[in-house]
């Protein structure tokens, strides 16, 4: 699955760009909600998931960068979010939380931080139906991708293989048609990215394309 972030596209033109997004073949559609706390940096709300709802088809994976994410679950499934992603370094509750996402209707992801351990998921892996690496601090699209981050997206997907987990293995963070064979190789089955996509010098299909070549190798 590519997922196509929103994050580096042309926000006078948001509705344009997903619709080329869409139909240059990307899968979904990835939101980045970052509120300043969790992450330095500030950009979306319910607000704009509604509108991108309005404006394609595909389905909405909503990463949540923000401090106690249970006080906008509601919102942002009533807002069209198809996938709800928390971080376990906001959640004291993990599991709790992502029951809470399941009884809103949407899938739930995790996902952690770069200086995360794996094990620090723990009995999430169960519940999830998606886990999302960082491959990046996060917080902004354009940073270059952490390669030794391989090895914990190995490492998850053994553990994922091991309870027979039909979950999505998600990577996210300076994803390029130079690396994703690697983290797919590494047993990820969905790649989020802004930059290579939206800041492709051939433009936004161009900047698919060129991923998928690689993953159909
Ligand atoms: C980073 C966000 C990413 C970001 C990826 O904090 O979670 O989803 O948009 O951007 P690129 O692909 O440019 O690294
Ligand atoms: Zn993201």
């Not at 928390?86 to 200086?115: F, M, Q, S, Y």
């Not at 009995?123 to 391989?150: C, H, R, W």
Request: net charge negative; hydrophobic share 45%; glycine share 8%.
């Amino acid at each position: 699955m590519i997922a196509a972030s929103i994050l580096s596209a042309d926000f006078t033109r948001l509705g344009e760009q997903i619709a080329e997004a869409e139909s240059a073949g990307a899968d979904w559609l990835h939101v980045d909600v970052m509120d300043g706390h969790f992450v330095p940096n500030l950009t979306m709300g319910p607000f704009v998931v509604e509108a991108c709802r309005r404006a394609t088809k595909l389905p909405l994976d909503v990463h949540l960068m923000i401090e106690t994410p249970e006080r906008y679950l509601e919102a942002f499934a009533k807002a069209g979010a198809s996938t709800l992603i928390v971080h376990v370094e906001t959640c004291p509750d993990i599991n709790g939380t992502l029951k809470r996402i399941k009884a809103l209707g949407c899938k739930a992801g995790v996902t952690l931080n770069p200086a995360t351990p794996a094990s620090d998921l723990g009995p999430a892996l169960n519940i999830a139906d998606q886990v999302l690496v960082m491959t990046v601090p996060p917080g902004y699209s354009g940073q270059k991708f952490m390669p030794e981050i391989i090895s914990k997206v190995a490492e998850i997907r053994r553990w994922l293989d091991e309870i027979h987990s039909p979950a999505w293995l998600e990577v996210d963070g300076g994803i390029t048609a130079a690396n994703i064979s690697r983290v797919h190789e590494a047993g990820a089955d969905a790649f989020v990215a802004a930059y290579a996509i939206f800041h492709h010098p051939k433009g936004i299909a161009a900047g698919i394309r060129s991923l998928r070549e690689q993953l159909c190798k």
